[in-house]
């Protein structure tokens, strides 16, 4: 099945006040009573717009993305993401667990399924919805995108249907990958979570597995253009 017609002129990033999900939207207002000091808003994509590669997470954490306004950030999570993004290319400078750390993301942007902190870091199948149109639109808006790495199930799931595929004929595994358009890879990991690594889930040495592949992949599309 090929991907669905885009709409190229939908946002690919929501506003700061989005109102879509209620309950996101309670959750954000709570937070932003409790800690006036963090970022409380829809984590806005990290990244250059002529990536070649897109990594989706889930959503942001509370204590993470939520706090300091960008993708994985400031939890477990972003230190295992970052230090594999350092080692293959896909990062520059020093991860300092701060949006202000001067990081850059080299030809690779980080962005999520869910653009909004979730209570218990769950969002519901509504909320995941009602987000997908800033996914698909995030998607279309990298003309140069040629690997995707979806970290968790959901974030594949999202994808797929952000992309107008059939989960059924894709189904998520650590270490798979799809074809899911003209010269366009989904790649899938566990996600990179404390949890999934304290249980052995995913080690070190899988995750990098699986980002050894998809730099392969990157390596093998047309290059990044980074003047005129």
């Not at 989960?167 to 890879?185: I, M, N, S, T």
């Not at 949890?195 to 052995?200: A, Q």
Request: aromatic share 8%; with cysteine.
């Amino acid at each position: 099945m090929g991907a669905a017609p885009v709409d190229m002129s939908a946002p690919s990033e929501p506003p700061p006040d989005c109102t879509v999900c209620p309950r996101l939207v309670a959750f954000r207002e709570a937070n932003r009573r409790a800690h006036s000091d963090w970022f409380n808003a829809p984590v806005r994509s990290f990244g250059p717009d002529t990536a070649r590669l897109l990594i989706v997470g889930l959503a942001p954490g509370l204590r993470g993305a939520n706090q300091t306004g960008r993708p994985f950030t400031g939890d477990y999570a972003g230190d295992l993401l970052y230090a594999t993004l350092l080692k293959f290319g896909f990062a520059a400078g020093r991860y300092g667990a701060r949006a202000d750390d001067g990081l850059e993301l080299v030809d690779c942007m980080i962005t999520n399924a869910v653009r909004c902190v979730p209570p218990q870091n769950k969002p519901t199948g509504a909320e995941a919805a009602n987000c997908r149109p800033f996914l698909t639109a995030r998607v279309a808006a990298l003309p140069r995108l040629s690997a995707i790495l979806a970290l968790g199930r959901i974030a594949h799931d999202q994808l797929l249907s952000a992309l107008g595929h059939r989960r059924a004929e894709h189904v998520f595994g650590h270490g798979h990958r799809h074809a899911v358009g003209d010269g366009l890879q989904l790649y899938d990991s566990y996600h990179c979570s404390r949890y999934n690594t304290n249980t052995g889930r995913l080690t070190v040495e899988m995750f990098e597995a699986v980002m050894a592949d998809v730099r392969d992949a990157v390596d093998r599309s047309p290059p990044v253009r980074t003047g005129t």
